[in-house]
T-cell receptor, first 114, second 111 residues
Framework: DTGVSQDPRHKITKRGQNVTFRCDPISEHNRLYWYRQTLGQGPEFLTY????????KSRLLSDRFSAERPKGSFSTLEIQRTEQGDSAMYLCASSPRTGPTEAFFGQGTRLTVV | AQTVTQSQPEMSVQEAETVTLSCTYD???????LFWYKQPPSRQMILVIRQEAYKQQNATENRFSVNFQKAAKSFSLKISDSQLGDTAMYFC????????FGTGTSLTVIP
């Protein structure tokens, strides 16, 4: 098991373009989280999945953001009509079960909107 | 809603000395875990130490230990014999039905 994998590691896009990030969790982890982190700040919760079901979305997640986890395996996070304020590190984490447990993080996707 | 508060944005410590990072949290849940994660510059978030709320004994992991005060909802991290490689952002995190993070403490170990 190679851990949580995120792709791409870096993405530079022009304002107004759409971008999609992928996260591959640790095998058999049924929980998957997305967070956004700006420089010097802690991770801000965006959304999480229990298997393929999206159970919660933050109010930070505007209509331009959408996440999916088809078949309860990998997940994608899409940002439509990107804005400069979307520039951040997008972190994915997975955990093996519901309830209190450790989360394992990927290396993140750094998005720069120019 | 759960909240996690880290009131020390930045701290520094001399190499080989001891430093304590503070964290408080608020929750109405009874079953939860608390964590300290370390994030070196431009590096991946990694787990430092974990504390199950139902355990009274404070967790220790080599040079890292916690002081868990459940009634006070306090969860501090003590780093002994600080090393240069300990320089990083440290995040306190709460895990119940969901994960919540504090805003982090930037720790610098001075040679």
């Amino acid at each position: 098991d190679t851990g949580v994998s995120q792709d791409p590691r870096h993405k530079i896009t022009k304002r107004g373009q759409n971008v999609t990030f992928r996260c591959d969790p640790i095998s058999e982890h049924n929980r998957l989280y997305w967070y956004r982190q700006t420089l010097g700040q802690g991770p801000e919760f965006l959304t999480y999945f229990q298997n393929e079901a999206q159970l919660e979305k933050s109010r930070l997640l505007s209509d331009r953001f959408s996440a999916e986890r088809p078949k309860g395996s990998f997940s994608t996070l899409e940002i439509q009509r990107t804005e400069q304020g979307d520039s951040a590190m997008y972190l994915c984490a997975s955990s093996p079960r519901t309830g209190p447990t450790e989360a394992f993080f990927g290396q993140g996707t750094r998005l720069t909107v120019v | 809603a759960q909240t996690v508060t880290q009131s020390q944005p930045e701290m520094s410590v001399q190499e080989a000395e001891t430093v304590t990072l503070s964290c408080t949290y608020d929750t109405s849940e009874n079953n939860y875990y608390l964590f300290w994660y370390k994030q070196p510059p431009s590096r991946q978030m990694i787990l430092v130490i974990r504390q199950e709320a139902y355990k009274q004994q404070n967790a220790t992991e080599n040079r890292f230990s916690v002081n868990f005060q459940k009634a006070a909802k306090s969860f501090s991290l003590k780093i002994s014999d600080s090393q240069l490689g300990d320089t990083a952002m440290y995040f306190c995190a709460f895990s119940g039905n969901q994960f919540y993070f504090g805003t982090g403490t930037s720790l610098t170990v001075i040679p």
